[in-house]
């Protein structure tokens, strides 16, 4: 057997990726799965961004880039968060990246040690604990409460400080609960990381998918942390992109400095035709987030309802992005279920529907359900995870 460093070998499988691999050996097999485990929207990128990836191509915009990306995308970025957020950055506090899975990464090597602290309030996204790890850090998690709406508060955040903390991950809304910190809650957050000095990585990759006319407020517009804010964000999900892998951080440039000579030293430099097609959709018609939201919107409150009404079952509203995070716990313990890998492991095997396990985003009682998909899918998906769940009782 081969020598696997500790590195990589303490590091667990992405969840998400085994059930992926998971379904397609049993699609092979000709088994009619229904999946509700994509973290992307079903919806295309828009034609003006495929356009423009088009005429790059075709203008030979192929080769290297800047390392820390191009000129015109990092000051788009920066007129997109003045936009949005009345945010005032400049170009050198801009890195493009990769993604904004890269960019998580990035940021944690950036500012975090081997031995410092991170908090992680749970639930929380799969690679967050794994990427902490790889950095030869120690994962600190902070469990949520029900009652809270899946959120930390201030109190929880401050008891949870210690001399070895060096970061905490934020991220609103929430991937898996679809959470969103209101301003007040972001505020007396706030406070406690100004006092602590701690630095804060703010992952809001679905800051534009928002419901109920809520108005979305971004850590990048508290000024008094500015200097320990990483905020990380893309557009994988706003502008239909996952698969183009563009992000960005946004942060002080020292940070960026060092994030952008690691840069050059692991992937060079981010696709430069994808580059392009990001600048497009920074600077063109973004009308198109409407009618993504609306659809969203229309699927939420179906699946939200479905959910609240099956037996031992409770999930709350989701605020934000396209999860939603039923408790699922009143199963355990029937017909040998013993937590949510062995529940979702049962619907997928016996009624072929494919939901994540909440033991991967650090809640055992919950799973998470994407409804980023049409509802004649989630129809047919929240039938057989109804009779599932029934068949147990």
């Not at 000579?261 to 097609?277: C, D, L, R, V, W």
């Not at 409150?301 to 409770?314: A, F, Q």
Request: net charge neutral.
């Amino acid at each position: 057997m081969p020598h696997i460093s500790k590195r990589l070998s303490q590091i667990s499988e992405s969840q998400t990726v085994a059930l992926n691999s998971l379904m397609a050996r049993m699609r092979r097999e000709g088994k009619d799965v229904v999946a509700l485990g994509a973290g992307e929207p079903d919806f295309d990128t828009p034609d003006h961004i495929k356009e423009a990836a088009i005429s790059s191509i075709k203008e030979g915009f192929t080769k290297y880039t800047p390392a820390d990306g191009i000129m015109e995308l990092r000051e788009a970025i920066c007129a997109w968060l003045t936009k949005q957020y009345e945010a005032d950055y400049s170009a050198n506090e801009i890195v493009v990246t990769c993604g904004a899975k890269h960019a998580v990464y990035e940021g944690i090597l950036a500012v975090v040690d081997p031995g410092d602290e991170v908090l992680l309030p749970a639930p929380y996204w799969v690679s967050y604990p794994e990427q902490i790890k790889m950095a030869g850090a120690v994962v600190k998690v902070i469990d949520s409460k029900q009652e809270n709406g899946l959120k930390i508060t201030a109190e929880e955040l401050e008891a949870a400080i210690t001399d070895k903390t060096r970061l905490l991950i934020l991220n609103s809304p929430s991937n898996p609960s679809g959470a969103v910190y209101e301003k007040e809650e972001l505020d007396a957050l706030v406070r406690v990381i100004k006092k602590s000095g701690i630095f804060v990585l703010s992952d809001e990759i679905y800051d534009t998918i928002i419901y109920d006319g809520r108005k979305y407020t971004s850590l990048i517009g508290y000024k008094e942390i500015r200097d320990q804010l990483l905020l990380v964000n893309g557009v994988s999900k706003s502008f239909a992109m996952t698969g183009w892998r563009i992000g960005y951080l946004a942060a002080h440039k020292d940070i960026v400095t060092a994030v952008k000579k690691y840069q050059g030293h692991s992937t060079s430099n981010p696709t430069s035709i994808s580059q392009k097609a990001s600048l497009a959709g920074l600077l063109g018609d973004t009308d198109f987030l409407k009618t993504m939201n609306k659809a969203f919107t229309e699927r939420r409150d179906y699946v939200h309802k479905r959910l609240n009404s099956m037996k031992g079952v409770s999930c709350i509203l989701p605020q934000g992005a396209f999860y939603a995070f039923p408790d699922l716990s009143f199963y355990f313990g029937k017909k040998g279920i013993k937590g949510s890998m062995e529940l979702c492991g049962y619907l997928l095997e016996k009624y072929n529907v494919a939901i994540v396990p909440g033991i991967a985003f650090g809640m055992d009682n919950n799973a998470r359900l994407s409804f980023a998909t049409s509802m004649q899918v989630l129809e047919n998906a929240l039938d057989r995870i109804e009779n599932g769940l029934t068949s147990l009782l």
